[in-house]
């Protein structure tokens, strides 16, 4: 697994979305590696990181970033939130604390459930990748972007990102799909045990703002930020903002 270490001070390990790589943070890095090492991953399968062999494996992927990772506080994005989630709920002893960026316990809407899209759009990205790679990974960019006050900057920042590091491994992308879709985390967060901060984009097309909100008030501890002019991406669009609020939280 590749792992990028860059800056000084006590460590800081981030994790990146779906289809991407730890280099999407770079400009955000650069504020957060002022004051802390980061430790910034390549899920298998993207970026300069092999693909796993067999099946997807939750608890073997877990097992190799605490392989890989010092313990420290996690950060994600996205579908990297979902995983930090998994790993801080399994071994808190690893995981300090846990800043999720624009990332749900469930991204599957239910009527338990209202804060996440529709099973149906998960169903649709699944069969995009197997008719049209690229046209597919495009389409998700575009939402992700989307609402954002900066959404041609973001887009134009995604789609030069997402290839910068080779084409992600399309079963690793199919997993993360699947990851996405069926993951339920709701029940276990009231027993989370370590401290959160939830930070949303109040124009988020993917993870509503609600959820998160929601997500926050079930946690002991945990805390909710809202970035108003903020889509599905808002370490892009807000790098100060976000740095300053994550630098503030993990002390």
Do not use: K
Not at 24 to 40: D, M
Not at 162 to 184: C, I, N, T
């Amino acid at each position: 697994m590749h792992v990028e270490i860059r800056g000084a001070g006590p460590p800081l390990v981030l994790l990146h979305g779906w289809a991407m790589h730890g280099g999407i943070f770079a400009p955000f890095a650069e504020r957060l590696a002022q004051q802390r090492t980061l430790h910034l991953v390549d899920l298998p399968g993207h970026g300069h990181s092999a693909p796993r062999q067999g099946a997807f494996n939750r608890d073997a992927l877990l097992d190799q970033l605490f392989a890989e990772l010092p313990p420290a506080p996690w950060l994600g994005w996205s579908l990297g939130g979902l995983i930090a989630m998994q790993a801080a709920l399994r071994a808190p002893e690893r995981v300090a604390s846990l800043v999720l960026l624009c990332a749900s316990p469930r991204f599957v809407r239910g009527a338990d459930w209202p804060h996440a899209v529709e099973r149906e759009v998960f169903a649709q990205f699944e069969a995009g990748l197997r008719q049209d790679y690229r046209a597919t990974i495009d389409r998700f960019l575009a939402l992700e972007a989307h609402g954002s006050d900066h959404m041609r900057e973001e887009l134009r920042t995604l789609r030069a990102e997402v290839y910068a590091r080779g084409e992600p491994a399309r079963h690793a992308l199919e997993d993360g799909l699947h990851v996405l879709e069926s993951e339920d985390l709701l029940t276990g967060l009231p027993q989370l045990a370590v401290p959160s901060l939830w930070i949303a984009g109040r124009r988020d097309r993917l993870v509503p703002w609600q959820g998160m909100q929601a997500a926050a008030g079930l946690c002991p501890g945990g805390r909710f930020l809202r970035i108003d002019g903020g889509g599905h991406a808002p370490f892009l669009s807000h790098a100060d903002e976000v740095a300053e609020a994550v630098l503030a939280f993990i002390g």
